[in-house]
Every structure is written in structure tokens, then in C-alpha cells.
């Protein structure tokens, strides 16, 4: 069994009757998409850009089309860096949920082709169940070659200029294709970074520092770790079959000690929010580095994802 993993990475916990797998990975695709013909259904935007801001994260949220047919986008952060949440619903979804993966088009600056999501349900209005996306993905391919545990020197790579560039999102699945016309990204990204910024000063953490890390901090032994979110599969939850996300952080001081543990954001039933952080809690962390090589106090952020299949 093979394991990976950092900070801004994805802990995949697929079950099956009988058998448990725990994976970690990062969500990645290829340049291309197929030039094949599809339907499209271009959306455009029908609000302003909404940031909301709170002690658990940080998102930009508009909604596209008719008011009797709307759909919602949803970019948020738990941490600064590249890659976000990306939660879409809507009326026009209906066929994707029913599917594993989707290709997201950020209009010509990338395509995240073929990307694993979870398929969910939003409450609106008097409705209970409108088709929802939930997934992982950011601006750029991650730097080719690297991998989940190469996580000294790690940096960010998107720049104000490719946000800008960035007009349009598009979802795209079989021979389906919904566009939301976006609008340039730089200036909502740009209130995004600004509230991560805040985030960090919130938890006492200087982002300056934090953006010059030459090792972020991380867990000191990753497979036992793994392993133990395994262990913790809820069995109730195995039984039904039900899927959860949960996101969490964990501040991590000098000397490798989480002295807190937070879930973020969680879209499930309750019995899967507090596994994740009772893990990591007893978890020995090598700690963030600075520029210079010095131990100095850091976050690690996670989106445990349990799945069964």
C-alpha cells in the first residue's frame, strides 16, 4: 500500500465491505481536453462576487443564470496557497452527480481534466436536495514530479496575472459542458488572499513568515497516521454506505505538538467530524521551518474524504 501526503494534499478513505484501503493524494489532470463537440450551457452571472469570512475559512460564492434555474459557485480556503474547494450546484448538475469525475476548464489558462468529486445535495429555499458538486482543485497543474511528501521548499505558483486571465469556468462531463462566465478572477482572488492573510494573523501566525517556509510543517510519520484515520471508519457509516468530507486544521507548534485541532467545514452526518482531529491530535508532527532553517510554529490543513466502493 502506498502513501503520500502534505499539507495541501487529500486524505482518501475509500471502503468496501471487508476491506478498508487508506490512500492520500492530490488532485491533479492533464492540459487537454477533447476538441469533440458538446452541448454547452453558458450561464451568466446573476450577482456580485460574495466574500464570507470567518474563523473556519474563507469564500467567494456568485450565482449564474435565471432566478428559477440557478446555479451556484462556491471557491473556498482553509489556508493561503493555490488550491481550493470548489463547490458548484444547481438545477443543470442533475447528470454529474451521478458520475466519479469532471474535467474544469479555467477558460485557456488550465484544464483539470478528469478530477475525482463528491456528489452532494444544497438546500434552497423549500427545497432539500438541489445536485451539488464538491472538490479540490486550483489555477495550475502542481509542479510536475512532485510529490505529496516533497514538501521542503514548497512554494505557489499562481500569479495575480493568470487569475486575471481567468474569465470563465467551465464544468465539463460526457457530452455535457456548463460555462459560468466568471468574469475576471484577480480582483475576487485577490480579497481571497487578503482573507487567508487574516486567517493566519487570527491563529498568531505571521504570514510573511508563513509564506517563506522552507518546510511546512508535517506529520513526522504519515503512513501510521493513515492508517489510524482507517482504523477509525465509523462502521455504522460503513454499513449504509454513506460518504462524508470533512476539512481540518491543526496548529503545530516549534516542537511538533498540535496544540489545537479545528474541523473546518463539514458535510456529513456528525458521527464523522471529530475523527480526523482525535487522530492527528496524538500525532507527532516535524515542524515548519522557516527561511532560515529554524523551527517556528505553522498549521497543517487537511480534507479527509471517506468514500465507499
Not at 497543474?141 to 514538501?151: A, H, I, L
Not at 494573523?201 to 511546512?216: C, F, M, N, Y
Request: aromatic letters at 8%; charged letters at 25%.
Amino acid at each position: 500500500m502506498a502513501f503520500a501526503g502534505s499539507k495541501r494534499g487529500l486524505f482518501v478513505i475509500r471502503a468496501t465491505i471487508g476491506t478498508i484501503a487508506a490512500v492520500a493524494a492530490l488532485v491533479g489532470g492533464t492540459d487537454a481536453v477533447s476538441a469533440a463537440a458538446r452541448p454547452e450551457v453558458r450561464l451568466s452571472a446573476s450577482s456580485p462576487w460574495n466574500l464570507d469570512g470567518s474563523e473556519s475559512g474563507c469564500a467567494l460564492r456568485r450565482t449564474f443564470g435565471p432566478a428559477d434555474r440557478p446555479v451556484v459557485l462556491e471557491i473556498r480556503r482553509y489556508e493561503p496557497g493555490d488550491r481550493f474547494q470548489l463547490v458548484v450546484d444547481g438545477d443543470d448538475l442533475a447528470s454529474l452527480v451521478m458520475r466519479h469525475k469532471v474535467t474544469v476548464q479555467y477558460s485557456t489558462l488550465w484544464t483539470d481534466e478528469d478530477t475525482w468529486f463528491q456528489p452532494g445535495t444544497a438546500k434552497r429555499g423549500d427545497r432539500d436536495a438541489v445536485p451539488s458538486i464538491f472538490l479540490t482543485s486550483a489555477l495550475m497543474k502542481p509542479e510536475n514530479g512532485k510529490t505529496d511528501d516533497d514538501t521542503e521548499g514548497e512554494q505557489d505558483f499562481v500569479t495575480p496575472a493568470m487569475e486575471d486571465s481567468v474569465k470563465q469556468i467551465a464544468l465539463i462531463w460526457g457530452d455535457h459542458r456548463v460555462s459560468l462566465a466568471t468574469g475576471s478572477l484577480g480582483k475576487p482572488f485577490a480579497a481571497l488572499r487578503g482573507c487567508t492573510d487574516a486567517l493566519l494573523k487570527a491563529w498568531d501566525l505571521d504570514p510573511a513568515v508563513q509564506a517563506s517556509l522552507s518546510r511546512h510543517a508535517k506529520p513526522a510519520h504519515l503512513k501510521p497516521m493513515v492508517r489510524s484515520i482507517q482504523d477509525v471508519y465509523p462502521t455504522s457509516m460503513l454499513a449504509k454506505g454513506n460518504q462524508g468530507r470533512v476539512n481540518f486544521r491543526a496548529l503545530v507548534n516549534a516542537e511538533g505538538v498540535v496544540t489545537r485541532c479545528d474541523t473546518l467545514k463539514s458535510y456529513n452526518e456528525p458521527a464523522f467530524d471529530a475523527l480526523a482531529c482525535k487522530v492527528v491530535q496524538r500525532t507527532r508532527f516535524d515542524p515548519a521551518l522557516d527561511k532560515a532553517g529554524k523551527p517556528v510554529p505553522s498549521y497543517y490543513a487537511q480534507t479527509v474524504i471517506y468514500f465507499t466502493g
